[in-house]
């Protein structure tokens, strides 16, 4: 891994990078329309790229969330992307686990995530079934739907979480 790499929070100067970012990392899903939503309003949640060799080569965004009839703070940890010559290097690893440990200290206890097990497992991540997610997921993604707790004094949350209008879309929740 590139040792000049540095995690930062995005800025709309990372815009153009981040959004050539995804077609780049995700050639058969288009995901800008997500993307270009969330950046549009970054005040519901945090945006972080990782730098290396001078060039946007991560970003990951994390949404503000509630459970309903739960009072602790959640999150939603998507998109993540990595582009292509970046992958395998671990960075997208240390992008989500610098974001966790910022959540952590912003009193997050709860960061919910819809993607592959065999990777989010690696970063302590695990099958959600008490926090439900915004629409009924297929069942070949099994498994898919999975959280984690921060901190030691994280109490458990059950019931169904409640996004924002960004990601108020059944498309983004199933495949086409």
């Known amino acids: 891994m590139n040792a000049d790499l540095n995690i930062r929070e995005s800025t709309q100067y990372d815009v153009a990078a981040i959004e050539s970012l995804y077609p780049k ?13 969330l950046l549009e309003e970054p005040e519901i949640g945090m945006s972080l790229v990782a730098i290396a060799d001078s060039n946007v080569a991560a970003h990951v965004f994390f949404t503000r969330c509630e459970v309903e009839d739960c ?74 739907w999975q959280s984690q707790y921060l901190g030691d004094d994280a109490k458990a949350c059950a019931g169904k979480l409640s996004v924002p209008p960004q990601w108020q879309h059944r498309e983004l929740w199933a495949p086409a």
């Open 71 to 144: 009072d602790i703070k959640t999150a939603l940890l998507a998109p993540l992307a990595v582009t292509p010559t970046y992958q395998r290097q671990g960075i997208g690893t240390l992008l989500v686990r610098d974001g966790l440990q910022r959540l952590q200290e912003t009193g997050v206890q709860l960061v919910c995530v819809l993607g592959d097990p065999a990777y989010y497992s690696r970063l302590g991540f695990e099958s959600e079934a008490l926090v439900e997610p915004p629409y009924a997921l297929p069942a070949e993604w099994e498994g898919a």
């Open 25 to 37: 990392a995700f050639p058969d899903e288009d995901l800008l329309p997500v993307v270009r939503a």
